[in-house]
């Protein structure tokens, strides 16, 4: 469980990634294969700060999480310039009542039978630290570091970098 002192944070991170749809999701592959990171749909956390992926039953993704259950999860919004890396264990749950409940349409295009199909189950990813840039987009501001740079031969530090313990 989140201390207080991590409360902030915890919910910066959350707030961070709220409006992002699509995250890279990194596992360690099967016998000690190298790690294989891929772009997946991302339905969105839960009060308790659960990442929640669906994927298929069979998949590789299912073999690599068996096998070793650490992960990391990466956000990125660069019109914003918001960026999220997000490390914790991930979990394969065939709880068809969850799977209902976290299904949107738009998942049929890769899981064409549903969420009745027997082989679409959900990844879940309990977070356990962030590491978070959090950048301001204004021109001015960027304008501002840039001179500020230039200046004095000393790179921006614009923005907002933490790290947060979640578990």
Request: net charge negative; proline share 5%.
């Amino acid at each position: 469980m989140v201390d207080d002192a991590n409360e902030a944070g915890r919910k910066k991170v959350l707030g961070l990634i709220d409006t992002i749809d699509y995250a890279l999701f990194t596992t360690r592959g099967t016998d000690g294969a190298p790690l294989h990171a891929r772009p997946m749909a991302y339905r969105k956390v839960e009060g308790d700060g659960d990442l929640w992926f669906f994927t298929k039953r069979d998949s590789r993704k299912a073999e690599e999480i068996a096998a070793e259950p650490r992960c990391l999860v990466a956000f990125a919004d660069p019109r914003q310039q918001t960026f999220v890396s997000i490390a914790g264990r991930s979990t394969i749950v065939a709880d068809r009542d969850k799977v209902t409940a976290l299904w949107n349409e738009i998942y049929r295009a890769w899981f064409p039978g549903g969420p009745s199909d027997d082989n679409v189950v959900l990844i879940r990813v309990e977070a356990e630290s962030a590491e978070y840039w959090d950048t301001p987009t204004s021109a001015v501001v960027y304008a501002f570091g840039y001179l500020k740079a230039l200046a004095t031969g000393k790179p921006s530090h614009a923005g907002e970098v933490g790290t947060v313990e979640l578990a």
